[in-house]
């Protein structure tokens, strides 16, 4: 359910994926959430969630580069970034629980 959600994001224009635009968007403030595929570099998570925490965006590990890629219509894509909070929402209620510890642990700015 994730990945068509992800797929309605990218036809309605809030999304952009791949590290350079995701971490532009981060940068100016315009990030709600940012997905990371869990076969991504360990430089590039450490990157990713150091400028997300000090920006206060959300961010989940999930799927891998393929299917993130595939599901927008990309190839392999290790970084997305969301841009509406309406579909932040609806992303973060579709994820299993075990993915809500993840997120709590990467976003500790939220307790």
Do not use: H
């Not at 309605?12 to 968007?25: P, Q, T």
């Not at 299917?67 to 927008?72: D, F, P, S, V, Y």
């Not at 579709?94 to 500790?108: A, F, H, S, W």
């Amino acid at each position: 359910k994730l990945y068509q959600i992800l797929g309605l994001c990218r036809r309605a224009g809030k999304l952009v994926s791949g590290a350079w635009a995701a971490e532009d968007l981060i940068r100016r403030g315009k990030a709600k959430l940012v997905i990371v595929s869990n076969d991504a570099s360990e430089t590039t998570k450490e990157k990713i969630f150091k400028l997300c925490n000090n920006r206060r965006v959300d961010v989940i590990i999930f799927g891998t580069k393929e299917k993130l890629g595939n599901c927008i219509g990309q190839s392999n894509r290790a970084i997305i970034a969301i841009t509406s909070d309406k579909f932040k929402n609806m992303i973060l209620d579709t994820l299993p629980d075990r993915l809500e510890v993840n997120m709590g642990v990467i976003n500790e700015w939220r307790k």
